[in-house]
């Protein structure tokens, strides 16, 4: 089944999410998108009150006010986006007690990660799961990336009230975006990518896939992401003392564009770039990000949007062309999206050599039952057109041809 998107700039509903939606313009009313309601409730909620250092509020600031600006944003989308950062000052609160706690956490050995970086649609989902099925690496599941730790009266509670609050949110999810897991899958115990991580210490490009925030991108891009990246080796290494595990395996596109800071933070990581022709990339990927700002604003501005992810693509090949040799060749391997899909298991295998790791029995058995329940295109395939986002297949070739030079020629 392909599936063309014929309402991205006027999204319909169901008559079920139609009426939730309502309820939710309703309870927008008091969820405004400033920084003092967030930290008072915050602070209500958890009942602690350090957030940690507090640098990050200049970058909340300007993420909120570029929020502000978004044409056409709606009550539903003012309520989740409210929702969404009011979690993640929760997050800090609640990172920053158990630190004060916990000092011995900062002692904690982070074994240098392996990390897979690419764009959408290059594969990287798919070799992250293959990687994720085995005991080797430590993944985040998607309700531990929401919630990285419990609520003070929720500690020790079984079953975890934030798998039932991830179930929910997932469940309206897919029916708000009843397309969306054709382009991404996604599930409550889903491998999930640490960039919601990031977000917890308002800095990364997580925010641009949120909502159109140009401001937001000029001050990301501006400033060295590597105390960000440190903020998120920390949490890593909360997490491992919460939950165990040896050794990350991380994912995320950001990373394209972030290899000397990675190499910084987490000296002897392993890094797997993923490889695909760029042009049917972008307009997928723009494709899934037009296609979820329904969740916040209407009409959606969809060539606006195309134009915006073309470029900002383009700006993270690029960078990945100028830093891709930061990280040595005995730490880095390239993945082509056809080798990888041509035998799945062999690519698996030559990132577990590259990164000095086993392929014990389990491993190999899991990786092979992740394979068998999860074929391609089982859930059906999206209908990408460029001229459906304002794009020109002739001018994305035109200016992806370095990239394609260097990395696929």
């Known amino acids: 089944m392909s599936v063309r998107l014929v309402d991205l700039d006027h999204p319909s509903f169901s008559p079920e999410i139609t009426e939730i939606r309502g309820f939710m313009d309703q309870m927008a009313e008091a969820c405004p998108l400033d920084s003092a309601a967030l930290h008072e409730q915050a602070r209500a909620e958890t009942g602690f009150s350090d957030f940690g250092a507090r640098d990050y509020e200049e970058r909340l600031d300007l993420l909120l006010a570029a929020m502000r600006d978004i044409d056409g944003l709606d009550g539903p989308g003012r309520l989740n986006l409210y929702s969404q950062l009011l979690q993640m000052l929760r997050n800090r609160l609640l990172l920053t007690e158990r630190l004060a706690r ?39 599941p998607y309700w531990e990336s929401m919630e990285p730790l419990p609520m003070p009266a929720e500690v020790g509670v079984e079953p975890d009230p934030r798998r039932a609050r991830s179930d929910l949110a997932v469940d309206f999810m897919n029916a708000a975006m009843p397309h969306f897991a054709l382009m991404h899958e996604m599930t409550t115990d889903h491998v999930h990518e640490e960039i919601q991580l990031l977000a917890n210490d308002f800095s990364t490009m997580f925010f641009e896939t949120v909502a159109e925030v140009p401001a937001w991108r000029d001050y990301y891009l501006d400033h060295d992401q590597t105390p960000h990246y440190r903020y998120l080796r920390t949490q890593l290494q909360v997490l491992q003392h919460e939950r165990g595990g040896r ?31 760029p042009v049917p990339v972008t307009v997928s990927m723009a494709t899934m990000v037009v296609y979820s700002a329904r969740m916040h604003r209407a009409p959606v501005p969809v ?38 899909m041509a035998d799945d298991l062999a690519t698996a295998e030559r990132v577990y050599e590259l990164a000095g790791e086993p392929v014990t029995p389990e491993a190999a058995a899991a990786m092979g039952a992740y394979l068998a329940g999860h074929e391609r295109g089982r859930l059906g395939t999206i209908d990408y057109r460029a001229e459906d986002i304002g794009l020109d297949v002739d001018e994305l070739r035109e200016r992806f041809a370095p990239y394609v030079a260097r990395f696929l020629a």
């Open 102 to 140: 916990h000092p011995e956490i900062h002692e904690i050995e982070l074994v240098p990660p392996v990390v897979i970086a690419g764009l959408p649609r290059t594969g990287t989902t798919h070799l992250h799961n293959l990687l994720a099925a085995g005991p080797t690496f430590r993944t985040l």
């Open 247 to 277: 050794r990350w395996l991380l994912k995320s596109p950001q990373h394209l564009e972030q290899l000397p800071v990675l190499e910084a933070v987490f000296p002897g990581l392993t890094v797997v770039v993923t490889h695909r022709d």
């Open 303 to 340: 060539a606006k949007m195309g134009r915006y992810w073309r470029d900002r693509i383009d700006l993270m090949l690029t960078s990945l062309v100028r830093d891709r040799d930061v990280v040595p060749a005995e730490r880095s391997t390239d993945v082509r999206f056809d080798e990888f």
